[in-house]
């Protein structure tokens, strides 16, 4: 046995690729890497054969072992090498043993591709079970006979891990009504393996900030990347003021050195005053052969355009899922009653009526399920809690109906259990309506809900948001003011008459709620942000 140690420099060098490092490539033949060493067990053939290295077999065989590496630099790490036979017999595979403790121990084994002949090769590419400051590699014959291992172009890489950035999902309805501001959504931004800032930069129409309800800029902001991390960054968006009627969408691009480019779309809409000419009246859900199902519509003023309007049912508490009908451009005329049911026949045989609009298969409720009215794209009235089953609730009206009071509503997005009237579960239960239980008043709504004194046009509230620990809220009207303030889960915050158009909110802590504001024979619902 011939032990053989060799002293030049072996060179690191940086690959071209991105966050790979070559720890060494060292093609074979000629003196060993500095501080490699070779065991020639078998002495009838030298390790260094002048354009490769041969581990020849045997009891023990060949050995080459490898200096000691520190890779703890890096995310992970991989060996690979060039394989070929030597001489004659069964063909061998080279056996390579990693040491994670400077050679102490050798706790990983592989074997290459086995040789086929005197032609190299791919020996194969083995992943490094782990990466520390003491690596060390010993490449044998794994064979005690037969045919002898050429080894070329052995490779120790190291990986840094890519920069990586991860964003949440998607924001939509950043919505608002001319003249007021946009409603604001959120996402997550996050960052590892750094080696620049993050920069977000958002899409035309559209503004970004990093605090709520402050500090909104329509050009880029910059995460501070130096540590090599972001951790869930909240950045929030919004619609910018002043846009035109329309829809809007766009993406946010999420930026840095060497990371996969991200982005997170945009959307919202720019919607007319609401009127609030339609108010939802009644809902059924017959137990006869479960049809009829609908929902039956008070006109309160004359509509020229019924296709600004239309319905959406929230399901099972699943929260709101958006506009699902829309009504044709019809006319409406104001003291009227619209019906959309599911089968405009059954309605008919079941009510004893005559109507011939409308009918829609994606108004298919049941009992537990909360009702949308849209004007525009917004909310003008809803019937039940649409973040809520509504099976047990009070409001529940499976195979059953329920009907609004006469001189309430239209609530806007906050539902107000008390403002109707129930039949009881399972109670409209008849072939008909004239033999249920609990028979459905059909047109049976009336409101004095003035047509000339709709806040809608005439309500301001400012400013919103606000930090200031009160809002101005004003109209046309000399009237005195009633304003209700709901949190977002519908507990009612505040309740006051506003003489002399200044709200104190000063005790609401910060976030978002609902005001609902009535005068003379009129209300509105608007949306409200305590910074």
Do not use: C
Not at 155 to 169: F, H, K, M, Q, R
């Amino acid at each position: 046995m011939k032990k053989l140690y060799f002293l030049f420099f072996a060179f690191i060098t940086a690959a071209p690729s991105f966050g790979q490092t070559e720890i060494f490539n060292v093609a074979g033949g000629g003196m060993l890497p500095a501080n490699w060493i070779g065991t020639n067990n078998v002495v009838s053939n030298a390790i260094d054969k002048g354009t490769y290295y041969l581990v020849d077999a045997g009891n023990p065989s060949d050995i080459i072992e490898t200096d000691v590496y520190d890779l703890s630099a890096y995310d992970t790490a991989e060996f690979k090498l060039d394989v070929a036979s030597f001489g004659g017999g069964a063909h061998n595979e080279a056996k390579i043993e990693i040491s994670f403790d400077g050679g102490s121990s050798y706790t990983q084994i592989e074997l290459s591709t086995t040789t086929t002949g005197s032609s190299y090769i791919d020996g194969g590419t083995f992943s490094l079970n782990s990466v520390t400051n003491q690596i060390k590699i010993k490449i044998s014959n794994n064979g005690t006979t037969a045919r002898g291992v050429r080894l070329r172009n052995l490779i120790l890489l190291g990986y840094d891990a890519n920069p990586l950035i991860t964003v949440g999902s998607d924001v939509a309805n950043l919505n608002y009504v001319v003249g007021d501001t946009s409603s604001e959504g959120a996402f997550i931004v996050e960052g590892s393996n750094l080696t620049n800032d993050i920069v977000l930069t958002p899409p035309t129409d559209f503004e970004i900030s990093e605090t709520s309800g402050s500090g909104f800029v329509d050009t880029s902001i910059t995460l501070d990347g130096s540590s090599g991390a972001v951790t869930m960054a909240t950045i929030y968006a919004r619609l910018k003021s002043g846009l035109a009627v329309n829809s809007y969408s766009g993406d946010v691009n999420v930026t840095s050195t060497g990371a996969t480019t991200k982005t997170i779309s945009l959307a919202g809409n720019v919607f007319v005053p609401a009127t609030s000419s339609l108010i939802i009246s009644g809902v059924y859900d017959a137990d006869i052969g479960n049809t009829p199902k609908g929902v039956e519509l008070y006109v309160v003023r004359d509509i020229a355009d019924l296709s600004i309007y239309g319905l959406g049912v929230a399901n099972n508490g699943g929260g709101t899922d958006g506009e699902e009908y829309t009504f044709p451009a019809d006319t409406a005329t104001k003291g009227t009653f619209i019906y959309v049911t599911t089968d405009l026949n059954g309605f008919n045989a079941f009510f004893g009526a005559s109507i011939t609009n409308y009918q829609s298969g994606n108004i298919e409720i049941n009992g537990d399920d909360a009702i949308e009215l849209f004007e525009s794209g917004q909310v003008i009235d809803v019937f039940g809690d649409i973040n809520t089953n509504g099976s047990g609730e009070a409001w529940e009206y499976l195979n059953g109906w329920a009907y609004r009071n006469s001189n309430t509503g239209p609530e806007g997005i906050m539902f107000t259990p008390s403002n109707w009237t129930y039949s009881g579960v399972g109670n409209l239960d008849g072939a008909t309506n004239a033999m249920s239980t609990s028979v459905f008043s059909l047109a049976s709504f009336s409101t004095t809900l003035s047509t000339d004194k709709s806040l809608t046009k005439d309500f301001s509230i400012y400013p919103n948001p606000t930090a200031l620990g009160y809002v101005n809220i004003s109209s046309r009207s000399n009237s005195k003011i009633e304003v209700s303030i709901y949190d977002v889960l519908g507990k009612q915050i505040i309740n006051k008459t506003v003489a002399n158009k200044k709200l104190d909110v000063f005790s609401l802590k910060t976030g978002v709620y609902i005001v609902k504001v009535s005068q003379d024979e009129a209300s509105i619902t608007k949306k409200l942000v305590i910074q």
